[in-house]
């Protein structure tokens, strides 16, 4: 588009310095929220429930060497401001283990980190196939059923619409299995396949989770969409690229989609970072065991630290996605540049 | 005679509405030549914007039935098909709206609208239609206009905004530019301004413009025709110089009275009593008639039509022309006496 290119004109020297102030204050209000929601979690994960941590790492019978070996490893024994300040240099800069430092299961000893880093990308592959499909399909059908509002086009989209926010995800999601993988036979089954295990068969156990995910939001989108295309196209500069003489395409395309996508991009974003800890009955029914999973059978089995660390992966994961979301909105909006 | 740049022969605008049909513009018929300023007034609602709308070809088709004819250098425009009525729109006919903030998009630099403006009808590289833009932003005004066409709407003041959608408007030099209350939106000292710029644009370019306002004062200053609307009606329609020196019909006697003057202080202004009529259910007869403090018997059944009396132009009022200048010099004496 000709705009991007204007957009950083070697002449414009104004722009790129009030682009770099306004990212450098959204980052550190970025770690800021980062730091507020790890002292929280620490708070209740760690010194609300009763009994020292110590305690639940060392098993059914504890001995007092393993009582004494973890309360110094974990600095239980110096005030509550020192170990949340261990806690949290080890999120930032790493542990033992690397980067981002989350401590011990309780019950296995096993790492975090190594958990959460083998169950992401299950995850992060579920979100980005279905948050690509919904995206696209669900802004077309919202512009489609804009542009042919009040006729079967649009009644048809908005029914689909509905039908996919109804739709419970385990009913529709089992039966997506059941009439698709069992009876039909076109995809696999469930479970996750890793992609080194070849990108077909990668493909054909993921594409029912993503569809199944992608149709509850796809279905939001588009009603998103639809509604705030009708506005836009009811603006005064609609009307003046018009008269311009424009073809009705470009005007709805380049000026009307263009204004509607903000907040687009808002929900876009907070969904995406949303389901990072909570795509849980999806990945259930699919049985992919992600990151939902791992957080779920932390809760069921009182694994403090590993909820712990799905749950600060979770909302890092929102807080940057806050962050990308308020950059893609000053590029998109040039006004928010001047709030 | 020539051929008019613009002719409006029996336009009527219908609106489909879910309460029944409004009749928006009925049997208006107006001629516009190059050179000339049409100053179209007339009350909220009247049905001024719809006309100028219904020209541009912006009116939704599904909801609004137009009739008539809208002759262009002799082609009607109604006759044209969506496609070919959009490469006469910004090239041919050109218009500039009321609030030129909600008119300029948000999200797009003010350089790069009016380059789009040129590309819509001309098959010019970014580079060239930039370079044209910076250009007319420069013609109309715009002071640093090369720096400023990199500007976004709201940084520009609304006088400046006003001054883009002008160049905007002039981008492929248009037969025919339609200002929609071009100066309602800005303060009293820009206004002077702009149409100042819309006179200037229409002596350079040699075009005709529709000037559209509530305003008689921004009318007396540039129109050379005057066209009074009421109810989507013409009330009254002749050469600039003849409406303001004599007047015909009791609303436009009506809409003098209300206007401010310097001599003329709030105390003495008249209002016009009551407000303009619903167009769904227009009134029975002459549709200003309720508001009306002329009206006598058959105002109320004869929709009156718009005729011309002798030595003067064109109104739709019953009264008898003698009883209009006899009115017209009780009303300028009373002025006169007012003035002293």
């Known amino acids: 588009m000709g705009f991007r290119g204007a957009a950083r004109r070697p002449g414009d020297i104004v722009r790129p310095a009030?682009?770099?102030?306004?990212?450098?204050?959204?980052?550190?209000?970025?770690?800021?929220?980062?730091?507020?929601?790890?002292?929280?979690?620490?708070?209740?994960?760690?010194?609300?429930?009763?009994?020292?941590?110590?305690?639940?790492?060392?098993?059914?019978?504890?001995?007092?060497?393993?009582?004494?070996?973890?309360?110094?490893?974990?600095?239980?024994?110096?005030?509550?401001?020192?170990?949340?300040?261990?806690?949290?240099?080890?999120?930032?800069?790493?542990?033992?283990?690397?980067?981002?430092?989350?401590?011990?299961?309780?019950?296995?000893?096993?790492?975090?980190?190594?958990?959460?880093?083998?169950?992401?990308?299950?995850?992060?592959?579920?979100?980005?196939g279905?948050?690509?499909?919904?995206?696209?399909?669900?802004?077309?059908?919202?512009?489609?059923?804009?542009?042919?509002?009040?006729?079967?086009?649009?009644?048809?989209?908005?029914?689909?619409?509905?039908?996919?926010?109804?739709?419970?995800?385990?009913?529709?999601?089992?039966?997506?299995?059941?009439?698709?993988?069992?009876?039909?036979?076109?995809?696999?089954?469930?479970?996750?396949?890793?992609?080194?295990?070849?990108?077909?068969?990668?493909?054909?156990?993921?594409?029912?989770?993503?569809?199944?995910?992608?149709?509850?939001?796809?279905?939001?989108?588009?009603?998103?969409?639809?509604?705030?295309?009708?506005?836009?196209?009811?603006?005064?500069?609609?009307?003046?690229?018009?008269?311009?003489?424009?073809?009705?395409?470009?005007?709805?395309?380049?000026?009307?989609?263009?204004?509607?996508?903000?907040?687009?991009?808002?929900?876009?974003?907070?969904?995406?970072?949303?389901?990072?800890?909570?795509?849980?009955?999806?990945?259930?029914?699919?049985?992919?065991?992600?990151?939902?999973?791992?957080?779920?059978?932390?809760?069921?089995?009182?694994?403090?630290?590993?909820?712990?660390?799905?749950?600060?992966?979770?909302?890092?994961?929102?807080?940057?996605?806050?962050?990308?979301?308020?950059?893609?909105?000053?590029?998109?909006?040039?006004?928010?540049?001047?709030? | 005679m020539s051929t008019p740049l613009l002719e409006l022969r029996d336009l009527s605008v219908r609106f489909r509405t879910r309460d029944g049909i409004v009749h928006a513009v009925s049997d208006l018929s107006y001629t516009l030549r190059r050179g000339e300023t049409l100053g179209v007034v007339g009350e909220s609602g009247s049905g001024k914007s719809v006309t100028s709308l219904a020209i541009m070809g912006l009116l939704n088709r599904n909801f609004a039935d137009v009739t008539g004819e809208i002759l262009f250098e002799g082609t009607d425009l109604l006759k044209l098909s969506p496609d070919q009525l959009r490469k006469i729109r910004g090239r041919d006919i050109s218009m500039i709206f009321q609030d030129p903030f909600a008119c300029l998009h948000p999200m797009y630099r003010v350089g790069w609208q009016i380059a789009e403006a040129v590309r819509a009808h001309e098959g010019v590289s970014k580079a060239a239609a930039l370079k044209r833009a910076v250009e007319l932003l420069d013609a109309v005004g715009i002071p640093n206009a090369k720096i400023r066409a990199r500007d976004f709407p709201h940084q520009f003041s609304g006088g400046m905004r006003q001054r883009a959608m002008i160049a905007m408007a002039l981008v492929h030099n248009p037969d025919v530019l339609i200002a929609d209350e071009p100066?309602?939106?800005?303060?009293?000292?820009?206004?002077?301004?702009?149409?100042?710029?819309?006179?200037?644009?229409?002596?350079?370019?040699?075009?005709?413009?529709?000037?559209?306002?509530?305003?008689?004062?921004?009318?007396s200053e540039t129109a050379s025709h005057v066209m009074v609307m009421y109810a989507g009606r013409a009330m009254e329609y002749g050469p600039a110089r003849e409406i303001f020196n004599a007047a015909q019909h009791p609303y436009t006697w009506g809409l003098l009275e209300s206007m401010p003057t310097v001599e003329r202080r709030l105390d003495a202004l008249v209002p016009i009593e009551g407000s303009p009529p619903s167009l769904l259910r227009p009134p029975s007869g002459c549709p200003f008639h309720p508001r009306c403090r002329y009206r006598f018997e058959p105002c109320d059944k004869t929709l009156p039509p718009l005729v011309s009396i002798p030595d003067g132009h064109p109104d739709a009022c019953l009264l008898s022309p003698e009883r209009k200048r006899e009115i017209w010099r009780e009303r300028i004496a009373a002025e006169i006496g007012l003035a002293s």
């Not at chain 1, 760690?46 to 059914?60: E, H, I, Q, T």
């Open chain 1, 18 to 128: 009030e682009m770099i102030f306004y990212i450098a204050g959204r980052l550190a209000w970025t770690i800021a929220v980062i730091l507020t929601v790890l002292f929280v979690t620490f708070l209740v994960f760690f010194k609300l429930p009763n009994g020292s941590p110590a305690l639940r790492f060392c098993g059914r019978s504890p001995t007092d060497q393993c009582i004494q070996l973890t309360t110094q490893r974990l600095h239980l024994d110096k005030p509550f401001y020192v170990e949340f300040g261990y806690f949290a240099k080890n999120f930032f800069l790493g542990d033992e283990n690397g980067w981002p430092g989350l401590g011990y299961s309780y019950g296995n000893y096993v790492s975090v980190r190594s958990e959460v880093l083998q169950r992401a990308p299950r995850t992060l592959w579920l979100i980005a």
């Open chain 2, 183 to 219: 100066t309602t939106a800005l303060d009293v000292t820009v206004q002077a301004q702009i149409l100042e710029l819309i006179d200037r644009v229409k002596k350079d370019f040699d075009i005709g413009v529709v000037l559209i306002t509530h305003d008689l004062g921004v009318i």
């Open chain 1, 130 to 339: 279905a948050s690509t499909i919904w995206l696209v399909f669900g802004v077309s059908i919202g512009v489609l059923s804009a542009v042919k509002r009040r006729t079967l086009v649009d009644r048809l989209a908005m029914g689909f619409a509905l039908f996919g926010i109804s739709a419970p995800v385990f009913w529709l999601g089992l039966m997506a299995l059941y009439v698709v993988w069992k009876i039909l036979g076109l995809t696999g089954g469930s479970g996750y396949v890793p992609l080194s295990d070849g990108i077909g068969n990668w493909l054909s156990h993921l594409i029912l989770p993503w569809s199944v995910l992608a149709l509850l939001y796809m279905a939001i989108y588009a009603r998103l969409t639809r509604n705030n295309l009708l506005e836009t196209l009811g603006e005064d500069y609609i009307r003046t690229a018009r008269a311009k003489g424009l073809p009705e395409r470009t005007v709805i395309l380049k000026h009307g989609l263009r204004a509607s996508l903000t907040p687009i991009v808002t929900i876009f974003g907070l969904d995406i970072a949303l389901l990072v800890g909570g795509a849980i009955i999806t990945e259930s029914v699919f049985n992919i065991q992600g990151l939902g999973w791992l957080a779920f059978n932390g809760a069921i089995t009182q694994d403090l630290p590993t909820v712990l660390g799905v749950v600060v992966c979770t909302a890092t994961a929102v807080a940057v996605m806050n962050l990308v979301v308020d950059i893609v909105y000053a590029f998109l909006d040039p006004r928010v540049r001047y709030a």
